[in-house]
């Protein structure tokens, strides 16, 4: 009676194998499909929004707003424009908020506390945040008088970002929706955000953009086929303008170098990790 048993419990245990390796492999293609989509979303916001130059560079922080649109809205968008073909538009396909989601479903991410990366409430839409802790700081106290104002009171710059890697919210909202405040903070330049602030007031903006950014046209630098961008804004002040084209076109190439012949996203995650030395 046992010898007859031998078959079947070969089978069963045959049969285990197969399933546990169709589990492995299902989960390795789930986990490379997440990996992918993390990576363009890195690729995405690095090379195109500028945040390459908030991890490895002097610009304090990056902020870009998520996209959503609902099928019943995408429905309406696409009815709008059919009846007004007089509107100029260009299809863009995007990979940061489909990437956004991958990367906060993955709890394994462990950033050093020299960066945060989050999102948040501005203006009702949601906004992905991205701060080097130390060069905010440094921007926070070299730039307090023109935050004050905006805050309302004294602070401690070290708190307020604290706050931020807390969720707390409140005083970044009012930081990132001033538009002098935060040209200093996303590495405008001061007397561009000032100038900008004034504009805005007056109704009329100059629109000479750092570089051209229109996705129809070739881009002056490419990463893994990607237009790598150095940070967008309206150039006002011609003298700090052209200094800051200068700077970035020269930390663009320095951060060419760091991904140069390696994987894009073990370097990202690997600078996201690292803490900088004093």
């Known amino acids: 009676m046992k010898k007859n048993l031998y078959p079947f419990i070969g089978k069963v245990f045959f049969l285990s194998i197969i399933?546990?390796?169709?589990?492995?492999?299902?989960?390795?293609?789930?986990?490379?499909?997440?990996?992918?989509?993390?990576?363009?979303f890195f690729q995405e916001f690095l090379l195109e929004h500028g945040a390459a130059y908030t991890l490895f560079g002097s610009k304090s922080v990056t902020v870009e707003d998520l996209v959503e649109f609902s099928e019943e809205k995408?429905?309406?968008?696409?009815?709008?424009?059919?009846?007004?073909?007089?509107?100029?538009?260009?299809?863009?396909?995007?990979?940061?908020?489909?990437?956004?989601?991958?990367?906060?479903?993955?709890?394994?991410?462990?950033?050093?506390?020299?960066?945060?990366?989050?999102?948040?409430?501005?203006?009702?839409?949601?906004?992905?945040?991205?701060?080097?802790?130390p060069l905010t700081i440094s921007t926070l106290i070299n730039y307090y008088t023109e935050f004050k104002q905006v805050v309302g009171c004294d602070f401690n710059p070290t708190e307020v970002v604290e706050q931020l890697r807390e969720g707390k919210e409140e005083i970044w909202r009012k930081l990132l929706v001033n538009c002098k405040t935060l040209g200093i903070l996303a590495g405008y330049g001061y007397?561009?955000?000032?100038?900008?602030?004034?504009?805005?007031?007056?109704?009329?903006?100059?629109?000479?953009?750092?570089?051209?950014?229109?996705?129809?046209?070739?881009?002056?630098?490419?990463?893994?086929?990607?237009?790598?961008?150095?940070?967008?804004?309206?150039?006002?002040?011609?003298?700090?303008?052209?200094?800051?084209?200068?700077?970035?076109?020269?930390?663009?190439?320095?951060?060419?170098?760091?991904y140069l012949g390696k994987d894009f996203l073990d370097v990202t995650l690997l600078q996201l990790n690292r803490k900088s030395v004093p």
Request: aromatic share 8%; hydrophobic share 30%; glycine share 2%.
């Open 74 to 133: 995408k429905q309406e968008l696409q009815q709008y424009l059919a009846e007004h073909p007089e509107i100029e538009y260009i299809l863009v396909d995007r990979k940061l908020e489909e990437g956004w989601e991958e990367w906060k479903k993955d709890s394994s991410h462990c950033l050093s506390e020299d960066y945060i990366l989050t999102e948040i409430e501005l203006l009702n839409s949601r906004t992905l945040v991205f701060l080097n802790v």
């Open 191 to 258: 007397q561009n955000a000032k100038l900008f602030e004034n504009q805005l007031k007056g109704g009329q903006v100059i629109c000479h953009p750092s570089e051209n950014n229109d996705p129809r046209l070739k881009a002056e630098c490419y990463l893994n086929d990607i237009p790598f961008r150095i940070p967008i804004f309206v150039m006002l002040d011609e003298n700090e303008s052209r200094t800051l084209v200068a700077k970035y076109k020269q930390e663009r190439e320095q951060i060419k170098k760091c």
């Open 19 to 40: 399933f546990s390796s169709c589990e492995r492999s299902l989960s390795r293609a789930e986990s490379q499909v997440q990996r992918d989509k993390i990576k363009e």
